[in-house]
């Protein structure tokens, strides 16, 4: 008897927390945003040591590696940033790429930024920072990688709320810092017509393109009076490096 107490009480650890995971409360849902093309946002870190990382290690939720250099990962939920977005922290100069999500950031507008260490992570804490959104991410996409983990709730809500927005990434002219689908898929020309309606961020292209590109220095004049580059300029460099 004492034999089969000793071995059934792994399966009750495993019950007891899984229970209790079912039962932890979702993050407090914030309202989404408006999607712009520079935007304040929350920012935070994470590593691939952490507790909650381990089982992953260097994996992102999509499938890919976890990256740390000319472009860096970053989680966020992804009815708000689809994976594939790309940004640039304006403080930093440093350009991210959204290719993974988590628990904490369900429901929330705050951005994970993936660091090569704890200590790293903890030098960056908590930091409200200026993104510059070079290119958005494919929704369709996010939302079938999300639609196929619905069963951990963190995923379905982020799913649910994407699919409730879905009609908002497909207007065929949104406003300036929106995206619009590329209809005619990754070798369409991502430029939009020339028209009078306002430029909208192009579609990202398949993360494999997006790898390789470089990071954007704003451009500086020679007038000591000058201002940095626009956020436009900056974003047409971005885009015409990854062609």
Known sequence: MRHLIVQALPLVGCLFIVGCSSTKPLPKYEKPMARAAVMKVRTTAYT????????????????????????????????????GSIFRIRETGEIFQVDDYGWALSGTNTIDLYKPSKAAMNQWGVKRVTIENLRWGDPQRSLSILRGRSRFRHVKRMADQLEERMAEWMQPSAPAGDMQLAAAGPAADPRPAQTDAPRAIPVAQPVQRIAMAQPVTPARSSSPTSRPASTQATREAFLNSVR
């Open 48 to 83: 691939h040591s952490e507790s909650d990382h381990v089982e992953y290690g260097r994996k992102t939720a999509l499938g890919t590696t976890l990256q740390c250099g000319p472009i860096h990962s970053a989680a966020a939920d992804w009815s708000r940033w689809p994976a």
